[in-house]
DNA sequence: TTTAAACTCTCCTCCTACAGGAGGGTAAAG
DNA sequence: CTTTACCCTCCTGTAGGAGGAGAGTTTAAA
C-alpha cells in the first residue's frame, strides 16, 4: 500500500511515517520507476506498533530496541520487561519533578493578590537570591 | 563581572549564559576591545531569575514576559499570576498524562513474566491491532 | 620576561522528532 | 485531456542548548 494508507492506518502523518523510513527504522519497498514507497502489512504492523510504542513514550532508540524484540521470535521477554521498569522509573522521577513544581508555583499563587498593585510574591520568589 | 563567574553565580552554564545573550534574552556590556562580555549586577539578577525560572518550567518566551514584568516596577501582580495559573494548567495536564502511561505501562510490567522464554504481553499489547 | 594555563570569543555542527513548504512527478477519476 | 489527489526529494525551522574547532586574552607561575 502507499504512503497515505499506511499513514491512516496507523495512525501516523506521512511526514512521520517518511521521516521512520529515512532513519532507517522501518524499511519499506520502493517502486524502482516512480520512487513510491510499498508497505507491506508487516510495515504496517511495525507503524502501529510504533505509534502505541511512542504514545507511550519510548524515544525512537528505545523502539528500535522494542521492535528489534518484536520481530526476534526467539527473544525473551525479560529484556522487554527489564526496558519497561526502565521507563516506568523515568516516569516517576519525571512526576515527582513535576509534582514539586506544582506544589512551589501553586504556594506562589496563592500568596499573590492577581490585583493592580506591583507588589507580587511570585517575582519576588524569582528574584530573590537566597533561594535557589 | 566576566562571563564565567556570571555562570557560577547564577548557576548556569557558560554556553547559556551566551545563548541568552545571543538571542537578546539579556544584554550585557561587551567591551569594544576584547570582545568580552560585561555583566553588570542587575545582569547577574536578571540570570539568576532566569535559572530560577527556567527550573519552574518557564519557556524562554514565558520568561521573556515575566522578565519585563520584573523590570518594570509599575506592572501589576495579575499578568504575573495569570501566567503562573496558566503555567499550574499545563503542568496538571501534564500530570495526569503521564500517571495514565505509567498505570498502563505498569500493568504490562506486572503481567509480564521477564524470563527467557519468549511470550511477552508487553509486545502483545503493542502489537495488539484493535487497541489503539 | 616568558610561558603555560585558564579564560574568552565566534562560528559550526548536532541533538529529538518531526512540521511546513517549494518544486516537481504520478495516478486515477471525470 | 484535464483536474485533483497523491507521491517524491530537498531545504528550513522548531527549543534550548551541548560540544568542539580555531583563535585571541589575561593571569599566575617559573
Redesign the interface.
Known amino acids: 500500500m502507499n504512503i497515505g494508507k499506511a499513514a491512516v492506518l496507523s495512525?501516523l502523518t506521512v511526514k512521520t511515517v517518511r521521516y521512520y523510513s529515512d532513519i532507517g527504522i522501518i524499511s519499506p519497498h520502493v517502486n524502482n520507476n516512480t520512487g513510491y514507497r510499498d508497505f507491506s502489512e508487516f510495515d504496517l504492523?511495525k507503524l502501529?506498533?510504533l505509534?502505541?510504542?511512542r504514545k507511550?513514550?519510548f524515544s525512537l532508540d528505545d523502539c528500535r530496541d522494542?521492535l528489534a524484540?518484536?520481530e526476534n521470535?526467539?527473544?525473551?521477554?525479560?529484556e522487554?520487561?527489564?526496558l519497561?521498569?526502565e521507563?516506568?522509573a523515568e516516569?516517576?522521577t519525571?512526576?515527582s519533578e513535576?509534582?514539586m513544581?506544582?506544589e512551589?508555583?501553586?504556594t506562589?499563587?496563592t500568596a499573590?493578590?492577581?490585583?493592580?498593585?506591583?507588589?507580587?510574591?511570585?517575582?519576588d520568589?524569582?528574584?530573590e537570591?537566597t533561594?535557589?
Open positions: 495512525g504492523a502501529q506498533f505509534a502505541k510504542a507511550f513514550d522494542l524484540l518484536y521470535k526467539e527473544r525473551s521477554s525479560k522487554v520487561k527489564a519497561t521498569l521507563k516506568i516516569i516517576d519525571k512526576l513535576l509534582q513544581l506544582r512551589q508555583l501553586s506562589l499563587a499573590c493578590h492577581g490585583d493592580n498593585r506591583p507588589n507580587c510574591p511570585i517575582l520568589a524569582l528574584s537570591k533561594y535557589q
